[in-house]
């Protein structure tokens, strides 16, 4: 069996809660159906494992089931139609001890009655009676917090009869060996017959206790020279076989035995006389040990995480073997004892299953739920922050737990990985400091801490949420850059400085273009009227009066002189 069980489905219920939350109120039931079956030996037969959320909706469940080896064996597994589509532990079973244990989930909310969680197929080994046993079942809400809803299991029963049975479906086996009629003329010796070799297949060794009840067929060596053949069975080791066949077969088939210690004597008879008598022994028992309940020294609820279990029952016919234990999901503990120091275990509900085996394989099995307290949380009073992947100072984590105890520092990325691990024992006060000189990558980070004590007891984990990041190059008040940020600002700031400078260029040479186009215009202008005057000139100088040349000289020598204060004022404002 997987040694998986609390830490693996305790994470897999808290995942499957994530996806919604809904009231838990309502019960769920699990049951196996049919309740009852009456099969033949070598019959199959299957039960089917069914839900019934009473309107709730859940998300996960999971389980033992439990049944006599001796009597019925599990042969196959189908969860082709489970209202379940992905499993963390695949329905796994463990035939030597009778069990087979599942982890089921769906991350879509189920809801509904008699529902198929698991088809089981089952063989009949041997006559007698088992049950098929729902233990340590646990259905889980759709929540948001995983809660256990489970109230009521239904179990069913099995009876395994020797006659009668017909199987439901044909079978490949090969037919059960019948003793054979023996037609020679036996040899003359001059010996008494040796002792017979007897061997009997349903029961190949005589000194073992078997639980399944069948035809007993015996079969012997039959040497050449034997005449007849004497086959008796009953309660005496030292039985006498008195009469003899009249015909000569190599076995015979004695019947269906009782329970209990049976003989089978076989003597063989010859032309000298009588052989020695071979005594076959044969030990049946069907019946499983008495039913008995387990008790937990410490309590049902406790800080002790090694906590002890105590249990005891008998079986009146062939003796108590051992016991089989299993906490959770954890691997089987075998012991011949009543007694069990269970191994650590963390805080948080947990269940027992143990199995008494009598010699013939029988078994009976009984339950029991339990909580496992947590001790006093530490407190985190300190970690470095800000904390920088590349500068040399380490990783203080600083606080405070149960005196002379060990706190358990892990340090987890946020995909849940390990980063880095430590331990260190408090103080009398309870004070503890840790410095960790591990690199950090840049990310998110959450420090988690545990105070265990001697006995490995835990505490439920304190928490403290941390970013590590590059050490800042430019600081402006609390405005803060790293190398990457300082090179990028760099870089913007060039970009802004290119794109700044090209359109300002461009900017002063439209500025430019358009004071040239408009002292073009001007000068146009005053060319235009200087023109004007030298004509007023040519008119007067035609004329013969001195004053009209006088007057329109000075007007040409004043228009000329705006012109030379206009060109020299427009050619300096050209450049700004």
């Not at 358990?408 to 990325?413: D, M, Q, Y």
Request: aromatic residues 8%.
């Amino acid at each position: 069996m997987k040694n998986i069980f609390k830490l693996s489905s305790v994470f897999f219920v808290l995942f499957l809660s994530l996806f919604s939350a809904s009231n838990a109120s309502a019960a769920s039931t699990m049951t196996i159906s049919p309740a009852s079956n009456k099969v033949g030996i070598g019959q199959e037969f299957s039960v089917t494992l069914l839900m019934d959320t009473a309107g709730q909706k859940i998300n996960a469940a999971q389980g033992i089931i439990s049944y006599s080896p001796g009597v019925i064996q599990m042969v196959s597994i189908d969860n082709s139609k489970s209202i379940f589509n992905f499993w963390v532990e695949d329905p796994t079973i463990s035939k030597d001890i009778g069990t087979m244990s599942f982890i089921g989930g769906n991350p879509n909310s189920v809801s509904g009655e008699k529902m198929t969680i698991l088809v089981m197929k089952f063989k009949a080994m041997g006559i007698g009676n088992s049950s098929i046993k729902i233990t340590n079942a646990v259905v889980s809400a759709d929540d948001g917090l995983g809660t256990n809803v489970l109230s009521v299991t239904n179990d069913a029963s099995v009876v395994v009869s020797g006659t009668g049975a017909v199987p439901s479906t044909p079978t490949t086996e090969a037919p059960v060996a019948q003793p054979q009629k023996i037609e020679r003329i036996p040899e003359i010796i001059k010996n008494l017959p040796s002792a017979p070799v007897v061997s009997v297949k349903l029961y190949p060794d005589n000194k073992k206790w078997y639980s399944q009840i069948g035809e007993t067929i015996v079969f012997w060596n039959l040497p050449k020279d034997v005449t007849s053949v004497a086959v008796s069975a009953d309660n005496n080791p030292n039985g006498i076989p008195f009469e003899f066949g009249k015909e000569l077969f190599d076995g015979k088939n004695i019947g269906i035995l009782n329970e209990g210690i049976s003989y089978v004597h076989v003597r063989f008879k010859n032309n000298i006389g009588l052989g020695q008598i071979s005594n076959y022994k044969i030990s049946l028992d069907k019946t499983s040990p008495l039913d008995f309940k387990i008790e937990m020294v410490e309590g049902l609820k406790t800080d002790n995480p090694t906590p002890t279990i105590t249990f005891s029952t008998q079986d009146n016919l062939s003796g108590l073997e051992s016991y089989i234990v299993i906490v959770d999901r954890q691997a089987p503990v075998k012991t011949t004892t009543g007694e069990l120091k269970l191994s650590l275990l963390e805080p948080g509900t947990h269940s027992v299953l143990v199995k008494a085996f009598d010699n013939a394989g029988n078994s009976t099995d009984s339950s029991l739920s339990f909580e496992i307290l947590p001790i006093a949380s530490p407190e985190i009073k300190f970690v470095t922050q800000p904390f920088f992947s590349d500068s040399d100072n380490a990783l203080l984590v600083r606080g405070s737990g149960l005196p002379n105890t060990i706190s358990l520092i892990s340090v987890k990325k946020s995909d849940g990985t390990i980063a880095t691990r430590a331990s260190i024992r408090t103080d009398e006060a309870g004070e503890w400091e840790y410095s960790f000189s591990d690199t950090l990558q840049n990310g998110d980070y959450t420090v988690f801490v545990r105070s265990q004590d001697d006995r490995g007891a835990l505490s439920l984990p304190a928490e403290y949420k941390m970013v590590v990041k590059s050490k800042p190059v430019l600081k402006i008040g609390a405005f803060e850059l790293n190398l990457s940020g300082v090179v990028f600002l760099l870089i913007v700031l060039l970009a802004l400085s290119f794109f700044g400078g090209y359109y300002f260029y461009k900017f002063k040479q439209e500025k430019l273009s358009n004071r040239v186009f408009i002292t073009k215009q001007d000068i146009t202008k005053v060319t235009d009227m200087i023109k004007s005057d030298l004509e007023d000139l040519k008119k007067a100088m035609m004329t013969k009066e001195n004053f009209d040349d006088k007057f329109v000289l000075k007007k040409l020598e004043e228009n000329i002189s705006k012109i030379d204060k206009y060109i020299q004022k427009q050619v300096g404002n050209i450049g700004k």
